[in-house]
């Protein structure tokens, strides 16, 4: 199974476990990665991967606008 191009790179910085948490979050949805904590959306990342997660994808993507594809899939082999 082929993950977006975008997920398999989040996945190379945060690990597989925690992409599949931001999938679940946000999948399918149009996501501005933050740039600093004072956000509403860094408050939400850090709920659904942690901080330190938050910080690698803030550092690599802050300020970019990301589709997070919804990657049924993927989610569907984690959770059997």
Known sequence: MALP???????GLIGHGKA??????FGGQELRIPRTKTS??????VEAIGEPATR??????G????Y???CRDALRLDRN
């Open 40 to 45: 509403d959306t860094w408050a939400a990342l």
């Open 63 to 66: 300020g970019e606008e990301l």
């Open 5 to 11: 191009a975008v997920i398999q790179d989040i996945v």
């Open 56 to 61: 690698t994808l803030c550092t690599a993507y």
């Open 20 to 25: 599949m948490a931001l999938v679940h979050g």
């Open 68 to 70: 997070i594809a919804l």
